[in-house]
């Protein structure tokens, strides 16, 4: 009596148990895959102290993902038809000539992808950043190979593609500063002005909640310019990345209030109506004409 397998017992084609090996092992890969990426992203963040660097391995863990995965997928495509009898060597000749083909027609997809391996090797945008690109101001709440997405203030979604980002504004690196420009009567005296200001700043630094997000003294640039109402003074806060606007909209609270407390003009625009005079020097009353109810 011949010795038989349990395989040919169930008389399973060896074809079939090869692609279903083929699946299995394609399967495992990718779970191996993002396991290992896990443990990567995990062992990167040890090290690291702050929310910027983390946001950056959580970005790069997501594009070796979707690397992984492609490259997982493609070969095991590969593998199968080639199991299913079909010739791969024809196939990847004709996808070498379309691929130039298409690399000629579609020069802005090759441009989107490139420019977005460029982004991420350069470190110069991570999820979770709020950025100014193409005019479009946002957060950075999804980024691949060939785009970038960006929610608003608004709640819109932009997706804006890498190939045409010519010019990136990142406000989310290291720190910021809060610039803070504020108005103030011609007759105001600026020594007292900047004196109410900065005892607004410290006690602002004493904040428990907004506090712990300035990392410096306000700065005091001076007068910007002469208004056609007031003097304009500018200063300044260094504070923790994205906090700026916090503490911009807090500052100006605090400052309002001062400024009442300590009878500082806040002006706003005045509208002067000048009549003229006769030739005696007298200005003539000033009539105003109602124009009658209908």
């Keep these: 009596m011949e010795n038989t397998s349990f395989i040919d017992h169930l008389h399973v084609p060896m074809e079939i148990l090869r692609v279903i090996l083929t699946l299995v092992v394609a399967w495992v890969l990718i779970i191996v895959s993002r396991k290992l990426i896990r443990v990567f992203s995990d062992y990167a963040r040890q090290g690291i102290e702050s929310a910027e660097e983390g946001r950056r ?9 979707y690397i992984f995965n492609v490259v997982i997928l ?18 990847l000749g004709a996808a070498g000539v379309v691929g130039i083909a298409v690399g000629f027609a579609a020069k802005s997809l090759i441009q989107d992808y490139f420019t977005g391996i460029f982004l991420l090797l350069e470190n110069q945008i991570r999820q979770g950043d709020a950025v100014e690109i193409s005019g479009k101001i946002g957060v950075v709440e999804d980024i691949t190979l060939r785009y970038v997405a960006l929610r608003d203030i608004e709640g819109n979604v932009h997706y804006i593609p890498n190939g045409q980002i010519t010019i990136l504004t990142n ?13 103030v009567a011609y007759r105001e005296d600026l020594d007292e002005v900047y004196r109410v ?47 700026q606007w916090d503490v911009r909209r807090a500052f100006l609270g605090k400052l309002k209030k001062a400024f009442d407390a300590h009878g500082i003009e806040i002006p706003y625009p005045h509208l002067t109506l000048y009549a003229g005079q006769d030739k005696q020097g007298k200005a003539p009353a000033l009539r105003i004409m109602q124009q009658p109810e209908k």
Excluded: C
């Design 197 to 243: 200001t900065r005892e607004t700043a410290a006690e602002l630094r004493n904040d428990p909640v907004i506090g712990p997000k300035i990392l410096e003294d306000l700065e005091i640039q001076g007068v910007q310019s002469w208004a056609d109402s007031s003097v304009l003074i500018r200063s300044r806060f260094k504070t923790e990345a994205l906090e």
């Design 171 to 183: 406000k989310s690196r290291g720190y910021a500063y809060a610039l803070i420009e504020f108005g």
């Design 57 to 65: 391995v959580e970005t790069l863990a997501r594009m070796l993902r």
């Design 74 to 91: 493609v070969v095991a495509a590969i593998l199968l038809l080639s199991e299913l009898g079909v010739s791969v060597t024809p196939i």
